[in-house]
């Protein structure tokens, strides 16, 4: 048996998090699972889980092996895609995080229609709306809501974005139609707990300068659409990702207020750790991903 083998097995029991939901994941039994784990840490003289009846976790060196064997493999699986990209064939599994908001918007069709055009590539998705440590974490590409800072990234920008303030008809015929940013302090605020900012929502100047306005309200949710419902209640005003408050934009449900004030400069990104071999999937995923973006640009 081989360290390739026995590595790939201690990398499957991670990312499931337990022997048993590895063994079902990749079709194997929980006994073999085990057996070239303990063979593994055997070789290496190190105790690389601590086991329970129950559950298991990490050691330090476990963590740190898991780490850098995790790099090892996805090379080792890189250099191979590279070798098959004369043949055309794009096959393999892509594990890819993105957060919630984007699969649950219509923009998570694109993900959807990859998996239709690419049969042999299965996309393993982890939606969280936390940021994902690519490397630490075994990923092989986020997709990324933000005005983008991590230069350790390859990212390639999908689509612009812009984040919207927006309430209702009835909620401004209530209290009035803010017309600057620090009048949202005094009135009724939706706060998305997913939002870096919290209840302290960024606004920029004229001259670029930045600054915050703090709110607060009757509701706070770590979800987008909630977030969208209760303004369309008017409950109070929310700032909402443009592609999330569109389609209530359109209807009329929900007004667009202070549009000269919203940050600007922010996007949909495509990010993937810097690579000696780029897997031919992921790069076709992420061209794909782009050219759907363009022709869904209008819609």
Request: charged residues 30%; negative net charge; proline residues 6%.
């Amino acid at each position: 048996m081989d360290t390739l083998t026995r590595m790939r097995a201690f990398i499957d029991v991670v990312e499931a998090e337990g022997f048993s939901a590895a063994a079902r994941k990749i079709g194997r039994s929980k006994a073999l699972l085990s057996k070239y784990v303990r063979e593994l840490e055997d070789e290496l003289g190190a105790l690389l889980l601590n086991r329970t009846t129950r559950q298991f976790s990490l050691t330090e060196v476990g963590h740190t092996y898991y780490r850098r064997a995790s790099e090892i493999v996805r090379e080792i699986d890189s250099l191979a895609d590279t070798v098959r990209d004369s043949s055309g064939d794009v096959r393999g599994r892509i594990r890819l995080t993105a957060p919630r908001t984007f699969s649950d918007a219509p923009i998570g069709q694109s993900l959807i229609d990859f998996s239709k055009e690419h049969p042999d590539v299965v996309l393993d998705i982890h939606l969280d709306d936390r940021f994902v440590d690519l490397v630490e974490e075994g990923y092989d590409l986020a997709i990324r809501i933000t005005r983008l800072e991590d230069s350790s990234m390859i990212a390639k920008r999908l689509a612009p974005f812009s984040l919207k303030i927006c309430g209702s008809p009835d909620l401004i015929a209530r209290t009035g139609r803010p017309e600057k940013p620090q009048d949202l302090s005094r009135m009724p605020c939706i706060v998305d707990t997913n939002g870096r900012w919290l209840s302290n929502w960024p606004f920029m100047r004229e001259n670029g300068e930045m600054f915050s306005v703090p709110v607060s309200g009757p509701l706070e949710a770590n979800s987008p659409l909630t977030t969208r419902a209760a303004a369309i209640a008017g409950l109070g005003f929310a700032p909402l990702p443009d592609f999330i408050a569109k389609p209530a934009l359109e209807s009329g449900e929900l007004v667009s207020l202070l549009d000269d004030w919203v940050p600007r400069g922010g996007g949909i990104f495509a990010v993937y750790p810097h690579r000696r071999y780029l897997p031919v999937k992921i790069r076709v995923f992420v061209d794909f991903l782009a050219q759907w973006f363009r022709k869904h640009e209008a819609d």
